[in-house]
Nanobody
Framework: QVQLVESGGGLVQPGGSLRLSCTVS????????MSWYRQAPGTQRELVAS???????NYATFAKGRFIISEDDGQGMGFLQMHNLQPEDTAVYYC?????????????WGQGTRVTVSS
């Protein structure tokens, strides 16, 4: 059973930084992706960034230049470093792990961590 737990959310002033963490318990396949999504009230969940097991990264336009996604395979953790946060970044941030077995994806989600950007 794979479980993901996010942490690191909170209240931050505009221009501030936060580092979100995602702790993975259970088995991660050799081929996998780790992603961060976010969902603001009244909106659909959207991709923030993703990183593959090969180290390839992908960022949403709004995240480029401000957010950095990383993964520590040894610790079984993923991270999202966020800089220059703005009120429009306020959302619940979710971690997602996608394991691939013979090209078939198996996705797992965390429960989310709330980020509020406000003065």
């Amino acid at each position: 059973q794979v479980q993901l737990v996010e942490s690191g959310g909170g209240l931050v002033q505009p221009g501030g930084s936060l580092r979100l963490s995602c702790t993975v318990s259970g088995h991660r396949f050799a081929v996998h992706d780790m992603s961060w999504y976010r969902q603001a009230p009244g909106t659909q969940r959207e991709l923030v960034a993703s990183i593959s097991s090969a180290g390839a990264t992908n960022y949403a336009t709004f995240a480029k230049g401000r957010f950095i996604i990383s993964e520590d395979d040894g610790q079984g953790m993923g991270f999202l470093q966020m800089h220059n946060l703005q009120p429009e970044d306020t959302a619940v941030y979710y971690c997602k792990l996608t394991n691939y077995w013979r090209e078939v994806p198996y996705a797992y989600w965390g429960q989310g961590t709330r980020v509020t950007v406000s003065s």
